[in-house]
């Protein structure tokens, strides 16, 4: 694809979105129950990454979440929007991060990661397992999908207490690979966002579920500063290259 064509190909998709909504990057607030399938991963108690439900003893997340590989410092919480309290918090057992993660200064690939809790998630209106992609599935340029979290509004700011919900788009491998050149692998990675900014991931959305129409296609791995700018969509690991490996490690 030639660089006309590419770039024709987001002033059209821009267009079609509609002008830039001038809120916070992470969108507006989840109703309880709405996002059934997030968690937020803590660190010696305190929020550092966001997750998503597999099965009532295994949750997916980022590896880069993870700076330390022993799961006694680590603990989940589940089924609710307001992360300020202490209920439905279970311990993490133990901590399987993928075989091939790489993590350099300015890209991460195979960031990838499954939990398993020392006790089960009692599943209910608020709380069930994500639906996942199948192996090598593929889902079509400029679908709309959902990023939820509990991530910053922007980097002065702290992160947010109750759940955002954002929709964005997700990237073709060319406006990807444009945005940033040698910086994503096809097969590792892919790029969603808005073209002309507004939305989008920020610092603490982590590890975070992308969905399209409910069945998770990315995991929030990493974004340029500042967030949701223009032209700097975020980076999120494909989930369907990993869903075998996922469900193997969450079996084991």
């Known amino acids: 694809m030639n660089m006309f064509v590419l770039l024709l190909e987001i002033i059209c998709v821009s267009a079609s979105y509609g002008n830039p909504i001038q809120r916070i990057v992470n969108g507006t607030d989840a109703n309880l129950g709405e996002i059934p399938y997030i968690i937020n991963l803590r660190e010696n108690g305190v929020f550092n990454c966001g997750g998503s439900i597999v099965s009532n003893k295994c949750i997916l997340t980022a590896a880069h979440c993870l700076s330390d590989r022993s799961s006694g410092k680590y603990s989940i919480q589940y089924g609710v929007v307001k992360r300020n309290n202490n209920i439905n918090v279970i311990d993490v057992e133990s901590i399987t991060i993928h075989e091939n993660y790489e993590h350099d200064l300015d890209k991460l690939f195979n960031d990838v990661a499954v939990l398993k809790l020392a006790a089960p998630i009692k599943f209910g209106d608020n709380a069930r397992p994500v639906s996942l992609p199948t192996q090598g599935q593929e889902f079509p340029d400029w679908s709309r999908a959902v990023l939820a979290g509990w991530g910053r509004p922007s980097l002065p700011e702290p992160s947010n207490e109750n759940l955002q919900k954002v929709d964005i788009l997700l990237y073709s491998d060319d406006a990807c ?74 079996s084991e």
């Open 177 to 250: 690979e444009a945005a940033y050149p040698y910086r994503t692998n096809r097969t590792s990675n892919f790029c969603a966002g808005i073209p002309k900014g507004g939305k989008g991931q920020c610092k603490g959305d982590s590890g975070g579920p992308l969905a399209v129409a409910g069945t998770q296609v990315g995991i929030v791995s990493w974004s340029d500063k500042p967030c949701a700018y223009p032209g700097q969509p975020g980076v999120f690991t494909r989930v369907a290259t990993f869903v075998d490996w996922i469900l193997e490690k969450c």
